[in-house]
């Protein structure tokens, strides 16, 4: 069965860190681009980041560029989003999903997780 599970989320305290973990199972992840979106209360899904298939390229939103990190263990199919200094903006559902390349469109990825909550704030 073709699914993606995130774990990892939780409350922490601006400025903090948490790495967030995203298991893909049913399908090589080495062929799919994989992206990390986060939706927040009353807000539509946004684009967080982007792992390209071969793991070569990596995108980021302005708002997270150079504070959060995504890799790839191919091995074990584990797509991971380190996440450091925190805000309480960054507070959101997070979820991962595959699409062919890494468009910055939620529309085109598919087979969404059911995702993970992650809250900032003191």
């Known amino acids: 069965q073709l699914q993606f599970v995130e774990s990892g989320g939780g409350l922490v305290q601006p400025g903090g860190s948490l790495n967030l973990s995203c298991e893909a199972s049913g399908f090589t992840v080495d062929y799919w681009a994989i992206g990390w979106f986060r939706q927040a209360p009353g807000k539509e899904r946004e684009a967080v980041a982007c792992l390209s298939y071969s793991g070569g390229i990596k995108k980021y939103s302005d708002s997270v560029k150079g504070r959060f990190i995504v890799s790839r263990n191919h091995y074990t199919k584990m797509i991971f989003l380190q996440m450091t200094s925190l805000k309480p903006e960054d507070t959101g559902i997070y979820s991962c999903?595959?699409?062919?390349?890494?468009?910055?469109?939620?529309?085109?990825?598919?087979?969404w997780g059911q995702g993970t909550q992650v809250t900032v704030s003191s």
């Open positions: 999903a595959r699409a062919r390349v890494c468009p910055s469109e939620a529309g085109s990825y598919e087979y």
